[in-house]
């Protein structure tokens, strides 16, 4: 059986492009969404290179509004993360290999990632009403001109938002050398635990060693840096520098934490950040039917 064909969709152009403007979008809802283009160009018609986009773009928000509520897709997330991030793993390395040619491309689905096929992790659309992305640009905006809106979509039938990822971001505070003891990983109904990206902030600290326990069962036990970037290697996945990234989708299948009852990272900080940024890269409502 054929997996699903998806097509390129052109909505149209950005609005309002300016310095430190916020720029929302609103997308159109009749498809199932697998990843969103954003193609970048400046007044001459030229792609934007990875360092344009990355000064010219502050952040990005995506935000659902269903039939249950709000859902955020994306909240605030830096061009940079977004690079980063969704370029972790090589099943999504195509996908923004062409960011120097102006392709800012924000998958939905991560194929070959996990055993969750794309037709079940793309966004349905049936019990959505509104699907906006939100593009903050800089105050320094040099050289972006025009951004157009394409998103990749499959005509196959219709179906619930359902199980999708998620990446939720948190600002922390912490600026000291000692362990830090976290307590607030997602862990509501529904949710499977893909990674978990620990930024290093803009004067980086160092992580000696990180821990990671769920009810009985410990995930990592004072991994050190080098151990744990090993173990991504082996996995065919790409250690970003500037980020601690903890990977739970062992043998392709997220760490699901419906019954978890208790969770706790310990950071040991060897040099203090100045604030860092986490990030969760979850599969959300997996326990939704896709009827």
Not at 69 to 77: A, N, R, S, T
Not at 181 to 210: M, N, R, S
Not at 241 to 258: E, I, K, Q, T
Request: proline share 5%; hydrophobic share 40%.
């Amino acid at each position: 059986m054929l997996a699903t064909q998806t097509e390129l969709k052109q909505v149209g152009t950005l609005p309002g492009i300016a310095a430190s403007a916020l720029c929302p979008f609103r997308i159109p809802v009749q498809y199932n969404h697998h990843r969103l283009h954003l193609i970048c160009r400046s007044a001459a018609g030229v792609a934007l290179t990875r360092a344009q986009m990355i000064n010219d773009i502050t952040d990005i928000s995506i935000t659902l509004v269903t039939s249950k509520g709000v859902v955020k897709i994306l909240d605030h997330m830096t061009t940079t993360e977004i690079l980063a991030l969704m370029n972790d793993y090589p099943d999504l390395s195509l996908d923004n290999t062409f960011t120097e040619a102006g392709d800012l491309c924000i998958p939905f689905v991560r194929p070959r990632r996990v055993r969750i096929p794309d037709e079940t992790l793309a966004l349905g659309m049936a019990d959505v009403q509104s699907f906006t992305v939100d593009i903050q640009l800089t105050a320094g905006l040099a050289t972006l001109a025009s951004m157009q809106i394409v998103p990749e979509v499959d005509k196959g039938p219709l179906r619930p938002l359902g199980g999708h990822c998620e990446w939720r971001l948190e600002q922390r505070a912490w600026a000291a050398v000692a362990v830090e003891q976290y307590l607030e990983v997602p862990k509501e109904k529904g949710v499977g635990l893909l990674a978990t990206h620990i930024g290093l902030g803009t004067a980086p600290g160092v992580i000696g060693d990180f821990s990671a326990q769920f009810d009985d069962l410990v995930s990592y036990d004072q991994c050190l840096a080098s151990l744990n970037n090993k173990v991504l290697h082996s996995k065919q996945l790409t250690p970003n520098v500037g980020f601690w990234h903890a990977d739970y989708c062992r043998n392709r299948v997220p760490l699901f934490m419906d019954k978890v009852k208790s969770s706790i990272y310990r950071i040991n900080w060897t040099t203090a950040p100045v604030a860092y940024r986490m990030i969760h890269e979850i599969v959300a409502g997996m326990n939704d039917k896709n009827e």
